[in-house]
């Protein structure tokens, strides 16, 4: 049964930053969207149980008849979404295989491994594939271009590569990074890429001239996995620090900061609208995050351990989550029930405003007071599950971190009504900004003393060890 919870009584507080440091709007505007509450629970769809370690990638088929899951068991799963058709098992690879994609077409499915390799699979019953050594180290990650005719992979040796798709063949290497390469992806148009890595960058790249545009300094942890906005304005990235960030890549500047997770967070998926973000983290949830009004939406209980993937499908009806339990599970997003949105309404034009300050989404009984308790049930089509998946309703934006808006997203907010009140907005922009600014070279002072602490006390390590030979030698007089 999935368990949701009603929306608190209390009163928001004033827009700033609180005492936990995380910081809400700085325009302190209400938006004029309504009530996120009016958002029904999503409901889970199907259980695929088959795996025989943890699941590392989940990914949906153009067409909504099939779903790809990778596993550290080193194989790829075909899960058909009709329950009489069976599963197709793919076996090839040599060791844990990292990341999983449909193409556009839906005709092939890649994967890439451990053991160096991409595969291309047909995803039929026969389970052709065709292999090629992509790096010299493990391979993290394979995304396909919108056209389908080229694939990009980032890897352990430090590269992110493209190659052609159908008949691979190397095109060129993207080399600038200075450790391993998580994360690889092409933008909505094909004209970029954006990669991360575990040196803390995340790297804008032009494909034709393979130059790096812009690099993203990631400093209190290294992202995961990034990925751009539908409209390709935009990118986020899921990072080790528990964080989601959302960076504007025009104006090179941070839109959006949430602090919603407890654990290192994985994995993240744009709804196909832009208006939502999915999240998988290794505190065991799976989060839904309203862009648009800079809030936490849903927190679902459904893994026993680390949720190492999501993916919504390519309409957003339906998401799907891999975790390291061995599970693949689908669900409903149910955003098209919504009371005050028409059916199939789908923008594709990132409008994100200024939001209200965060709620903690916490766990509450049925109360007497005359809130609402929702109970969603699971579909009857869904696989029998051992887990007790839970939906928690976030009432109000979780900790959204002040950041300048790209011009169209200024001109959305409401302006204020008196020139004081301007000026003083103004102000405590301005103010922001400097602190943000004074922020970011605290922690580069910081990391280079560090290096140097290390790094004399190394020094002092060797010395002392040379001192202790000395003092052990035989032949030393006395």
Same mark, same amino acid.
């Given at each position: 049964m999935l368990r949701g919870l009603h929306k608190t009584g209390s009163k928001r507080p004033t827009p700033g930053i609180n005492k936990c440091g995380s910081a809400t709007s700085s325009f302190g505007i209400k938006s004029k969207r309504k009530n996120a509450t009016l958002w029904p629970d999503p409901t889970l769809e199907h259980n695929f149980k088959g795996h025989k370690d943890a699941v590392t990638s989940v990914d949906f088929s153009s067409n909504m008849k099939q779903l790809g899951s990778s596993s550290k068991d080193g194989?790829?799963?075909?899960?058909? #979404? *009709?329950? /009489?058709?069976?599963?197709?098992?793919? !076996?090839?690879?040599?060791?844990?295989?990292? =990341?999983? /994609?449909?193409?556009?077409?839906?005709?092939?499915?890649?994967?890439?491994?451990? !053991? *160096?390799?991409?595969?291309?699979?047909?995803?039929? #019953?026969?389970?052709?594939?065709?292999?090629? *050594?992509?790096h010299t180290a493990t391979v993290r990650s394979v995304n396909f271009s919108e056209d389908g005719q080229t694939l990009v992979t980032a890897s352990d040796d430090k590269t992110v590569k493209v190659w052609t798709a159908h008949r691979p063949k190397f095109l060129f290497s993207l080399n600038q990074h200075i450790n391993w390469v998580r994360c690889a992806r092409f933008s909505p148009d094909s004209h970029l890429i954006i990669s991360s890595s575990d040196d803390k960058t995340i790297k804008l790249w032009d494909i034709k001239s393979g130059e790096c545009i812009h690099s993203f300094y990631e400093h209190a942890g290294y992202a995961n996995q990034v990925d751009f906005h539908p409209s390709g304005t935009?990118?986020?990235?899921?990072?080790?620090?528990?964080?989601?960030?959302?960076?504007?890549?025009?104006?090179?500047?941070?839109?959006?900061?949430? +602090?919603?997770?407890?654990?290192?967070?994985? @994995?993240?998926?744009?709804?196909?609208?832009?208006?939502?973000?999915?999240?998988?983290?290794?505190?065991?949830?799976?989060?839904?995050? !309203?862009?648009?009004?800079g809030k936490l939406l849903f927190t679902l209980h459904g893994h026993q351990g680390a949720v190492n993937s999501v993916a919504f499908c390519r309409t957003g009806d339906y998401f799907a989550s891999g975790g390291s339990d061995e599970q693949v599970m689908v669900w409903k997003t149910n955003f098209d029930e919504r009371s005050d949105t028409p059916k199939n309404h789908r923008s594709t034009t990132p409008t994100y405003q200024a939001s209200?300050?965060? /709620?903690?989404?916490?766990?509450?009984?049925?109360?007497?007071?005359?809130?609402?308790?929702?109970?969603?049930?699971?579909?009857?089509?869904? @696989?029998?599950?051992?887990?007790?998946?839970?939906?928690?309703?976030?009432?109000?934006?979780?900790?959204? +971190?002040?950041?300048?808006?790209?011009? &169209?997203?200024?001109?959305?907010?409401?302006?204020?009504?008196?020139? =004081?009140?301007?000026?003083?907005?103004?102000?405590?922009?301005? +103010?922001? !900004?400097?602190?943000?600014?004074?922020?970011?070279?605290?922690? /580069?002072?910081?990391?280079?003393?560090?290096? *140097?602490?290390? &790094?004399?006390?190394?020094?002092?390590?060797?010395?002392q060890t040379f001192l202790d030979e000395e003092s052990w030698n035989p032949d030393a007089p006395y």
């Open positions: 194989v790829v799963m075909i899960w058909n #979404m *009709k329950p /009489q058709r069976r599963a197709y098992r793919f !076996d090839g690879h040599e060791d844990s295989i990292t =990341s999983v /994609q449909f193409s556009p077409s839906g005709d092939l499915l890649a994967s890439s491994s451990k !053991d *160096k390799t991409v595969r291309l699979w047909v995803p039929n #019953m026969k389970a052709q594939s065709t292999v090629f *050594k992509a935009c990118i986020a990235a899921a990072s080790t620090d528990n964080s989601v960030k959302v960076w504007d890549i025009r104006s090179c500047k941070m839109l959006q900061h949430y +602090q919603v997770h407890s654990g290192a967070v994985n @994995s993240l998926s744009y709804h196909p609208s832009g208006h939502f973000l999915l999240t998988a983290s290794n505190d065991s949830t799976t989060k839904i995050l !309203d862009l648009v009004e209200e300050p965060a /709620q903690t989404a916490v766990k509450i009984v049925r109360d007497h007071g005359g809130g609402m308790h929702t109970n969603a049930k699971r579909s009857s089509s869904s @696989s029998s599950t051992s887990t007790n998946p839970r939906v928690h309703h976030a009432q109000h934006a979780q900790h959204a +971190q002040p950041c300048q808006p790209p011009l &169209e997203v200024a001109q959305t907010l409401e302006r204020p009504t008196t020139p =004081s009140l301007t000026n003083a907005l103004e102000n405590i922009i301005g +103010q922001l !900004d400097i602190l943000t600014q004074t922020v970011s070279m605290l922690e /580069q002072r910081l990391t280079l003393t560090e290096d *140097k602490l290390k &790094e004399c006390l190394q020094n002092q390590v060797e010395s």
